[in-house]
């Protein structure tokens, strides 16, 4: 790709390793784990090898723990409609953070339809969980909590352990969607006591189309789709051996690279925080310090996030983002942005940028420069 790439929580590249150890699972590597003869053997063990290296990722118990999906959304739905419906004598009550991803919050939601209630604890105006209100809202017949590790939005790093403290004294299980973090946050679920964690390959530079849920050894949960027997009967059909083994070897590589990519980035996205701070009525959304390393969001104020991504692509050849890739098409304000307590004028000027490692710091004075034309060009141009 041409210019400058500033998406990477959306979508990241491949890594050339991870594509040439996944590359013979397309052509000669193309066996059916289930199946007995030498091919289908080679399949299953090479899906076992991944399954071992995402489990070595988050510290899991054994990589029997470790549920493959077809992504991160699937692992969400799996996660908490697996584990309401299959735990419901313990209680009918969720609760999640109102700044969780649209792939946990709208499974709860739906979850309503079959007799729960969901309640959604509120953040402080950086984006961090208010611990004193989930103390009050949390309560024995709570059935599933879902704090998300970090906000792909706005960068904000949740502080997990409290959360599990919090969770196991007073309710039951702690659901914790880690596919912005995991690879740039040292996870540890037997450290944090969590009980289901989701994550998703490309966040890794690993193939699109590829995810995996961990489930606490003992905890029981039941399919939301039906079919064959595969990944323990949880999430059945044929495994894409490709993606999983290029899942796997991201996995790999975040475990003995990750910290120190963070530290390369975390220099780069504070000096970009910076600049682009200079600009005129320009606000950093998120966290200033508890935040992801390789993560920087702003707002402005009198334009429109929309426009600030179509101009910075059309005229500067430079991708951002303006929210959750998931949501931009429907041009509402970020759920996010209003929970932290910003008017829906102010939440629709934001932009967000995530780096990767094709980005370095000799790219940041035409990133700041290029921010500081859009947005003066946007202003002159705009009725506010």
Same mark, same amino acid.
Do not use: W
């Given at each position: 790709?041409?210019?400058?790439?500033?998406?990477?929580?959306?979508?990241?590249?491949?890594?050339? @390793?991870?594509?040439?150890?996944?590359?013979?699972?397309? *052509?000669?590597?193309?066996?059916?784990?289930?199946?007995?003869? *030498?091919?289908? #053997?080679?399949?299953?063990?090479? =899906?076992?090898?991944? @399954?071992?290296?995402?489990? &070595?990722?988050?510290?899991?118990?054994?990589?029997?723990?470790?549920?493959?999906?077809?992504?991160?959304?699937?692992?969400?739905?799996?996660? !908490?409609?697996?584990?309401?419906?299959? %735990?419901?004598?313990?209680?009918?009550?969720?609760?999640?953070?109102?700044?969780?991803?649209?792939?946990? +919050?709208?499974?709860?939601?739906?979850?309503?339809?079959?007799?729960?209630?969901?309640?959604?604890?509120?953040? &402080? *105006?950086?984006?961090?969980?208010?611990?004193?209100?989930?103390?009050?809202?949390?309560?024995?017949?709570?059935?599933?909590?879902?704090? $998300?590790?970090?906000?792909?939005?706005?960068?904000?790093?949740?502080? !997990?352990?409290?959360?599990?403290? +919090?969770?196991?004294?007073?309710? %039951?299980?702690?659901?914790?969607?880690?596919?912005?973090?995991?690879?740039?946050?040292?996870?540890?679920?037997?450290?944090? %006591?969590?009980?289901?964690?989701?994550?998703?390959?490309?966040?890794?530079?690993?193939?699109?189309?590829?995810?995996?849920?961990?489930?606490?050894?003992?905890?029981?949960?039941?399919?939301?789709?039906?079919?064959?027997?595969?990944?323990?009967? +949880?999430?059945?059909?044929?495994? %894409?051996?490709?993606?999983?083994?290029?899942?796997?070897?991201?996995?790999? =590589?975040? @475990? +003995?690279?990750?910290?120190?990519?963070?530290?390369?980035?975390?220099?780069?996205?504070?000096?970009?925080?910076?600049?682009?701070?200079?600009? &005129?009525?320009?606000? #950093?959304?998120?966290?200033?310090?508890? /935040?992801?390393?390789?993560?920087?969001?702003?707002?402005?104020?009198?334009?429109?996030?929309?426009? !600030?991504?179509?101009? $910075?692509?059309? $005229?500067? &050849?430079?991708?951002?983002?303006?929210?959750?890739?998931? *949501?931009?098409?429907?041009?509402?304000?970020?759920?996010?942005?209003?929970? !932290?307590?910003?008017?829906?004028?102010?939440?629709?000027?934001?932009?967000? $940028?995530?780096?990767?490692?094709?980005?370095?710091?000799?790219?940041?004075?035409?990133?700041?420069?290029?921010?500081?034309?859009?947005?003066? /060009? #946007?202003?002159?141009?705009?009725?506010?």
């Amino acid at each position: 790709m041409s210019g400058i790439y500033l998406d990477h929580q959306a979508a990241s590249p491949v890594d050339s @390793r991870v594509a040439e150890f996944a590359g013979p699972f397309l *052509s000669s590597g193309f066996g059916n784990p289930s199946s007995l003869y *030498s091919s289908g #053997l080679a399949a299953r063990a090479a =899906l076992e090898e991944a @399954r071992a290296k995402v489990a &070595d990722l988050i510290n899991a118990e054994s990589p029997e723990s470790i549920v493959f999906t077809a992504g991160s959304t699937e692992a969400n739905n799996l996660a !908490i409609r697996g584990t309401a419906l299959r %735990n419901a004598a313990r209680g009918k009550k969720l609760l999640a953070s109102q700044i969780e991803h649209i792939s946990v +919050l709208n499974p709860h939601k739906d979850l309503k339809k079959a007799g729960f209630e969901l309640d959604l604890v509120p953040v &402080d *105006s950086t984006g961090i969980i208010d611990l004193s209100a989930l103390e009050r809202m949390i309560g024995k017949e709570t059935v599933l909590t879902s704090v $998300m590790y970090a906000n792909s939005e706005i960068g904000t790093i949740e502080p !997990i352990k409290e959360v599990s403290a +919090l969770v196991h004294e007073k309710g %039951n299980f702690l659901h914790v969607d880690a596919a912005a973090a995991a690879g740039k946050v040292r996870i540890d679920v037997q450290k944090d %006591n969590i009980d289901l964690l989701t994550i998703s390959s490309n966040d890794l530079c690993g193939p699109q189309g590829a995810g995996a849920l961990y489930v606490k050894p003992g905890l029981r949960i039941q399919p939301v789709a039906f079919g064959g027997g595969q990944e323990k009967g +949880l999430r059945p059909g044929t495994e %894409n051996l490709y993606a999983l083994a290029g899942f796997g070897e991201a996995a790999r =590589l975040a @475990r +003995l690279e990750g910290a120190g990519e963070s530290e390369r980035l975390k220099a780069i996205r504070d000096a970009l925080i910076g600049e682009i701070l200079k600009i &005129d009525e320009a606000y #950093l959304t998120g966290h200033p310090a508890k /935040r992801l390393a390789n993560h920087a969001s702003f707002r402005f104020s009198r334009i429109e996030g929309e426009s !600030i991504l179509l101009t $910075m692509d059309a $005229m500067f &050849d430079i991708q951002v983002s303006t929210g959750s890739a998931c *949501s931009s098409r429907t041009l509402e304000p970020s759920h996010v942005l209003l929970a !932290i307590g910003l008017k829906h004028e102010q939440a629709h000027g934001s932009m967000i $940028m995530t780096l990767g490692r094709s980005n370095n710091s000799d790219q940041i004075p035409a990133i700041a420069s290029a921010t500081k034309k859009t947005v003066e /060009r #946007l202003r002159a141009l705009s009725p506010l």
